[in-house]
């Protein structure tokens, strides 16, 4: 007797594993975790190591590695250089540029798109017909294809037509103004588009969080005799808090990946002044071919990326 | 009895739609218009409705090839994505097996991945892979980046279903992967409908990926077309315009449409009205 007992009690681990061998369990979870594992690893994971690996490299993408030896030549197919690569780009005035640019990109769309996005939100997050019609509207520009929002917009601000023709009418101008081929004013309008494009979207989120709150403290604060701003600072934006740091999230996660929206406005031009960090890493990494310099910039947007990520999610969006 | 608030509140949202509004009626318009009148009156009605335009993109084989080869990688994407991604998040929702924890966290890396960051080393492993040009090229990325945030909702939903349900199948000696296709995701559609919104969304807007791994015309997404219809007619801003409004109408009226799906996925709750 005392000893069938020992068997019953065997350690846990290996009962628990028997059980799920019994039961189907880890057929199932052999069948049904491996093909997802293995696509993300193949197609995110590796491809950002293999970034880190190539950094140091000056490689056209000719062979499979940069270290791999050519039997033809007797040499790798890249060469090893180093930091290299990392200080031609912190040197690269174009890179600088596009760093300052991408700052912008995130700045705007905290200072300017957020609170755009709340009162906006403010304004239509009651439930009722006309407000469900606006709503649509203004989220009208996120579903819009970045590409195509660029295009329209390439023709709004074309110097012989569109709204910049009409400005320098009124404003009696000899001459066109191309505002997409000039300097400050290019990344300007593409900051423009972007409130333009995202707004609906943050808007969109204030509103979920909106609607989350319980009408009873509005009510209790409305008896108490809170005014509508009052309202407004002292409840719901505290309330609001959640949603907020999400917005501010994605408008920085968001905004450290612009690029469908500056190939057709100004493929980064004139003169390299309108890039962001992926459109830089695209012209200067993937059109020239140089696979060791475009991963180094890959590198330095991952870093930025994850660190952003990880200090937010520890610090800011703690506890939530 | 209107108050002046809400005068006040209405014209601000008016402005506010009228600029929303206006370029894209341009846009509509312009296909309208001949080249001349673009130039004159580039967001009036038009004064002579020509559809010379719009009947020459419409009749283009080319055109259509675009919109086909844009639904299928999308439609491809929305498929594995929800497969893989729901198969998965079934796994950690119902079972507890050994380095789950750490699979789980190890997928949600991709949450906070700037997607364009190794987008070099990935198109060396689409081309070595011999996937280059295909569709396969732009779908398989895509569905590796879409899994990560589908797998975080699929798991969420799925730990909220009754236990019961499948204690009850499992007495009439029905297994897991039995279970989770018969009773689990036919059970799971308002979760299915918003991923599978969110990933066609996405799938169907993006040109980044397929600028980098299709280089044959033919096999080009409409993102990629526009392009090169902007680049070929770049004195006629009346048929890029065209081509912009009749790729967008369909995409429009279908997001729109799903909209609450779209925000669910981005809230990661559900909205009212």
Same mark, same amino acid.
């Given at each position: ?109 905290? /200072?300017?798109? *957020? ?6 939100? @403010?304004?239509?997050?009651?439930? %009722?017909?006309?407000?469900? $019609? &606006? ?90 005799? /809170?005014?509508? *701003? ?6 719901? @934006?505290?309330?609001?808090?959640? %949603?907020?740091?999400?917005? $501010? &999230? ?71 | ?273």
């Amino acid at each position: 007797m005392l000893v069938s007992e020992g068997v019953a009690a065997a350690p846990p681990r290996e009962s628990a594993f028997q059980r799920m061998m019994a039961n189907g369990q880890l057929k199932m979870v052999l069948i049904f975790v491996p093909p997802a594992i293995l696509i993300f690893t193949v197609f995110v994971i590796l491809p950002m190591i293999q970034a880190g690996l190539f950094s140091p490299y000056k490689w056209s993408g000719y062979g499979p590695v940069p270290w791999a030896l050519n039997e033809d030549t007797g040499r790798t197919f890249g060469r090893w250089i180093g930091t290299t690569n990392f200080e031609r780009m912190m040197s690269h005035s174009a890179f600088k540029q596009s760093l300052v640019n991408t700052l912008l990109v995130i700045g705007v769309s905290i /200072a300017i798109q *957020l609170p755009l996005a709340m009162t906006l939100a @403010l304004m239509i997050y009651r439930s %009722s017909r006309i407000n469900t $019609v &606006f709503r649509l509207i203004f989220f009208l520009p996120y579903v819009m294809a970045e590409v195509a929002t660029g295009l329209i917009f390439s023709f709004v601000l074309d110097g012989n037509y569109g709204l910049s023709r009409s400005f320098a009418d009124l404003m009696g101008w000899e001459k066109a103004f191309f505002p997409l081929a000039e300097k400050p004013w290019a990344f300007y309008c593409i900051l423009g588009v972007i409130v333009w494009k995202y707004f609906g979207f943050h808007m969109m989120i204030f509103i979920a969080g909106l609607q989350s709150i319980s009408s009873e403290v509005l009510e209790a604060a409305k008896i108490d005799g /809170a005014k509508t *701003l009052q309202s407004v600072f002292l409840i719901k @934006l505290p309330l609001l808090w959640p %949603s907020i740091t999400i917005s $501010v &999230f994605y408008a920085v996660l968001g905004g450290l990946q612009v690029f469908d929206l500056v190939m057709p406005m100004t493929a980064g031009g004139p003169s390299n002044s309108s890039h962001t960090l992926v459109s830089y890493l695209y012209n200067f990494g993937f059109i020239r071919l140089n696979i060791g310099f475009g991963s180094a910039v890959g590198v330095f947007l991952f870093v930025v990326g994850v660190a952003f990520a990880f200090l937010y999610r520890n610090t800011v969006q703690r506890g939530q | 009895m209107i108050s002046w608030k809400e005068v006040g509140r209405i014209a601000t949202l008016l402005f506010v739609s009228s600029l929303i509004l206006i370029p894209l009626s341009a846009t509509v318009l312009g296909g309208f218009k001949t080249t001349g009148e673009m130039r004159v009156s580039p967001f009036g009605w038009p004064r002579e409705w020509i559809t010379e335009v719009y009947v020459e993109i419409l009749r283009d084989p080319q055109f259509w090839t675009y919109l086909w080869n844009s639904l299928v990688i999308s439609l491809l994407t929305v498929f594995l994505t929800l497969i893989l991604g729901s198969m998965a998040a079934y796994a950690f929702a119902q079972a507890k097996f050994f380095g789950a924890n750490f699979l789980y966290s190890y997928l949600l890396l991709g949450l906070m991945f700037p997607f364009a960051a190794a987008i070099l080393p990935l198109f060396l492993t689409v081309r070595d892979m011999g996937i280059l040009d295909t569709p396969w090229g732009v779908i398989l990325p895509q569905v590796a980046f879409g899994l990560a945030f589908s797998i975080m909702f699929f798991r969420t939903f799925f730990k909220q279903m009754p236990d019961e349900l499948f204690e009850a199948a499992r007495v009439d000696g029905c297994g897991y992967i039995r279970f989770f296709f018969l009773f689990t995701l036919p059970l799971s559609t308002p979760i299915l409908a918003t991923i599978a919104t969110f990933v066609f969304v996405q799938s169907w807007n993006n040109y980044l990926l397929p600028l980098i791994m299709l280089n044959d015309r033919d096999g080009y997404t409409w993102t990629l077309g526009a392009m090169d219809y902007r680049g070929e007619y770049s004195w006629a801003w009346n048929r890029t315009l065209a081509f912009v409004s009749a790729t967008l109408a369909p995409a429009v009226v279908f997001f729109l449409a799903a909209q609450k799906y779209i925000v669910a996925g981005l809230t990661g709750g559900a909205v009212k009205g």
